[in-house]
């Protein structure tokens, strides 16, 4: 299983993981990324690096 990473200081909340990926990043009031779901599952791995590597600042990271 992976885990989602963010580096909050790098995010600008564009919201492009959210808008690939929404069961696991919703930008919250304050404008930052948050992880609804940090851990991922194998059946959602594509789905979510593709999200990840959306990210136009690279704030977040997917580790195992």
């Known amino acids: 299983m992976s885990v989602i990473h963010v580096d909050r200081p790098a995010c600008e909340g564009i ?4 808008a690939q990926a929404d069961d696991y ?3 919250g009031d304050d404008g930052f990324v948050e992880v609804v779901q940090s ?7 594509a ?5 990840v590597d959306s ?8 580790a195992k």
């Open 25 to 27: 990043f919703r930008v």
């Open 47 to 51: 789905h979510v690096a593709a999200a």
């Open 15 to 18: 919201g492009m993981c959210e």
């Open 55 to 62: 990210c136009p600042m690279s704030a977040l990271r997917l």
């Open 39 to 45: 851990d991922v599952a194998p059946t959602d791995h």
